[in-house]
């Protein structure tokens, strides 16, 4: 299984930028595909996800009605569309999927595979 993130870049704030991720070896409608950020000196955060099966998605409080997390099954591609981005937004992202139950899906040890991070940048 391998999961291939990207679509990361500088930008302003205020900008929008939309990160993929692409899986091989695993149809990402059959799992939670969630997106973590990592910023320089800090833990890394849950940021969103969506369920499996389904287009339920659950987000972090600090990117909820900014960020939004969808999938195409056909590409076995996942989304995550950020707008009206800010500084503090600054990170590397992470996708991840997971087999485990719903009640655990904002936990980074619930999610058994993980992509390469891509780096975003917001300007101010």
């Known amino acids: 299984v391998q999961l291939q993130a990207s679509g990361g870049g500088l930008v302003q704030t205020g900008g929008s930028l939309r990160l993929s991720c692409a899986a091989s070896g695993l149809t990402l409608n059959s799992v939670a595909v969630g997106w973590f950020r990592q910023a320089p000196g800090k833990d890394r955060e849950f940021v969103g996800t969506i369920w499996r099966r389904s287009e339920t998605t659950f987000y972090s409080d600090s990117v909820k009605g900014r960020f939004t997390v969808s999938r195409d099954n056909a590409k076995n591609t996942v989304y995550l569309q950020m707008n009206a981005l800010k500084p503090e937004d600054t990170a590397v992202y992470f996708c991840?999927?997971?087999?485990?139950?719903?009640?655990?899906?904002?936990?980074?040890?619930?999610?058994?595979?993980w992509g390469q991070g891509t780096q975003v940048t917001v300007s101010s």
């Open positions: 991840a999927a997971s087999r485990a139950v719903l009640s655990a899906v904002r936990m980074e040890n619930a999610y058994n595979y």
